[in-house]
Each structure stands twice: as structure tokens, then as C-alpha cells.
């Protein structure tokens, strides 16, 4: 069966997948950069970069994935839906280069991109995404793209087959935390941590075969 | 110099290193023994335990320590003061083998244990505190035992130079949190983490040198 798979969803000691305030200027507030320099040096990002641990784990992110979903934090700054022309951070050819479902009260007409990359805009709960999205995967899985507030969603509905988390060490204070709500997580998935030469440590979980919900 | 050090202090992966509601049955509330089997599971505790990285790791705790700070929530459950037998949970030889200094807003008389401890109680700030226990260490390290707001404050203080958590892969969702305050940390310290074999994460905090408060 396919999967709802979450990705290199970078997050600092404190649980924080971006800081605040969100800006056009600065997508991820007073976080900058911080939590994915560990990305930016991988193979995954630039042709440059290692080919080690780090990188192996972040190339899964696109690996047998056929469809998106993503909030509406994660496609643009505060306000985008106020402006008709907002297509996304990402320019012309988006990396996604599958169908993209964007969670929205202001839902949008579908907009195609080059490369592969069409964005639906949805206003649907969690489950209905989901069912949404593996449709359009075509028996691919689909990725679960955050920010963190979705993704917290998500696993909290019990959506989630398998999260990657990659811990970096810096504590930021403030921001969106992933883990709020998500008390007991342990009792659905087996977690798998293991610590990069990096600095990172990346956080597996994996959901445990009897909490199944696609099986 | 003598160093101010944290050890074996245990959290969830949310960063909680106690459940709640902590009480006299229950001194890590809902926690449980959850937060302390990868110590339990080691030499340190049990001399069949293993000895490998935890156990490494775990041993350092009462190596070159001459005394300890502990907070009142460690010494005892809710309502301690108000026993005037109150002496630790620790029975009559208590493992710490020190001066100890039990920080608390109603201090009382010191109370010699067998073994080489003593509490002692005080209702100061911790920077006097810490200096009163390096005075009774003797040259030696002084740990800073817990609970976790004890270890937030000192470490908010900027007075530890070395700190070890021990991230255990559960989520605890509520409880009392190391990183609430402790923003930007990581531009007071090197951190190292390094996921051990039993599931745990170690977390470790040294101080960088020209951070130092003590040198």
C-alpha cells in the first residue's frame, strides 16, 4: 500500500521546525537558514556536497513519491492569498514535479507549473487530503511536505506511515513546535535515532505494523 | 579550575525531563520510569548492567564530584517541608557521598547522613549557591543534580559548564521542560550528540572556552 511519508523536516533541540516571525523576507523568522545548513551540504542540494549519511537520508524525500501536500504557511508568507498572482516560493519549475495540494480556507484554481509541478488549493480536513492526494500519486506515495503545523495534523489523525525528523543543535525559543499534541507518539511508531557526523541526529519513526491505517 | 556539571540528565524528545503531577508515589508523574531505563540497563546502576557507551557516559555523574546541588522538588514530593523528618528519598546512606545543598525557599538545620553525605539546606540565589558548594568540594567539581528547573536556572545564569542530557525516544507532552528560556544555547557551548545502541540520544554542552564563567 502507498505511504504518507514526512521528510527532512529539520527541527532545533527544542522541537522548533521554524522561528518566528514569518516573513517574506525571512520564511522561517529569527531561525534563518540554521536548521538546514546540514541540507544544503548534502549531495541532495548541490552537486558539491557529501554523499554520506546526511545525504542518503535527505534523497529519500523525493523517492517514490507521486503526489504533495503542504500548508498554506509552507507556500507563501503571511497574506499570499490576498495576491492572485502567488505561485509559491519557488519560481517557474518547482521542485515538486508532481501534483502539489496546498491546504487553504481560500481555495484557488489549480495552477500548472513546468516541470511537473500542478498546485490544487484544498480546504478539506486531513483524512480527506490524504485520500485526495494518494488518487492523484497514482499508487506512488505521498509526501506530507509541513510546515510543522500540518505535519503535526497530520500524525495527530493518525495519517503518518513514516516521519524524518532531523535534529539540529541550536535551541530557539520560540516558534512552531513540532511536537505539541503528539503526547504518546511512541505507542504508534518505533523511533530510530542516530547521529550524524554532522552534528545532526536524525529521528526515524517509523509506524508500528498493527497501528496501521492504509494497511 | 573546578567546573559546574550536569549529569545523566534524562529528557523526552519533547524535552520534558519529568511527567506530571509529580508526587510521593509518583515522582515523575506520568513520566514514570520511562525517562530512566537506559541508566537503569547500565553498570553504573546495576553491576550486571552493560558497559558500553551509556554505561561510559552514566559513570561520569560521580567522577571528581565534591559536592552537589539539588533543587526542593528533588529532595522531595510536594508538602516536604512541612515534615520535619523529611530527610531525602534516598533511605539512610544516600548516593551522593558529599556535602549536598538542597535549594529551598523554608531551610533548616544540616542533617549528616551515613555515608559522607550531608544536607545542607539554603534559600539563596544560585550563583551564591554554587559558590558556597565549591567552597565544601574542595577543589572538586561541583554537580548540579536537578530537577530540570534547577539545571534551566543555573544554566540561565550561565554557571554550567558542562552539561550531559540524555534524550530517551518518547514524547511526554507536558510535564517540566529543560529548554523553556535557554534560547541560543548553542552560542555558549559546543554540542555534541551521539545516539547510542539502547535507543538514547547523548546530548552533551561544553562550554566554550571563552564563554567561561569560572576560568
Known sequence: MPLARVHNLSISLDGFATGEP????????????RLHEWMF??????????AGLDDALAQRHGQGIGAEIMGANKFGPPGWQDDPDWTGWWGSNPPFRSPTFVLTH????????EGG????FLDVPPAEALETAFEAAEG??????GGATVVRDFVAAGLVDLMHLVQVPIVLGRGVRIWDGL???EDDYDIEAVSSPSGVTHLTF???PEGSVHG
Chains 1, 2 share one sequence.
Open 22 to 33: 514569518q516573513s517574506a523576507e525571512a520564511p522561517f523568522g529569527h531561525a534563518g537558514e
Open 41 to 50: 551540504a548534502t549531495r541532495f542540494w548541490d552537486s558539491s556536497g557529501s
Open 106 to 113: 481560500r481555495p484557488r484554481p489549480p495552477v500548472e507549473m
Open 117 to 120: 509541478t500542478t498546485f490544487h
Open 140 to 145: 506512488q506515495d505521498v509526501r506530507i511536505g
Open 183 to 185: 503526547e504518546a507518539t
Open 206 to 208: 517509523t509506524r508500528k
